[in-house]
């Protein structure tokens, strides 16, 4: 990771924030991170969080229980530096961690078509996350674009106990899950409205042709 090393007060300051994912995140994290680097690169990341005073073992992780949404956070901040990722890396992990994910996986399953997939995103993000809400804003399939919101997730109070690469994870793992939607058309992602640009708000504009 580029000029980056998470300092034992990075993860300690980071650890404060509130709010919980359900465990899903971390067996999907795990098995791509064994997919991409195998049980030694899932050892590295073990250790690496243990260093840090958050231990995470990937046996130990269940997809039922709940844990700080801030050690997703970590998890994944970890994994770029123990692997020394670039930007675009950490992107691709956000992306291909749908890929790992069962639950969404299933959820995906479901869907019929693009409409009904994101009146659902909201009751999915409950399922998952103890905080924040999700919504899908100006959806059509002939304008071609939508918008998602989060709001109450990430505040911009918290933004200095966080890093940017936490945002390029989501906006690369929010162009993944259209993606799976809309598997033939390309997609065009933005992420501007950030709680590092001063907003209470997360949000993602996606495009396809
Ligand atoms: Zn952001």
Redesign the pocket.
Known sequence: MEDFKITKEFADNLMTLKGNIRGGFFVSHFRYVKNLKGDEGVKLVEERLERLGYPTKEKEVSNVKWYPEALASLMILATAEVFNLTKEDVFQMGKESIKTSFIIRVLMSHFLNLEKAFKEAPKYWRKNYDFGNVEIIGFGEKEKHCTISIKNF?LAKDAEKHH?WT?VY?TGYFSGIIEMLLPNKKIKIK?EK???SGQDE?EFKITWD
Do not use: L, Q, S, Y
């Open positions: 990430r940017p945002c989501h992420h950030c709680f590092f997360m």
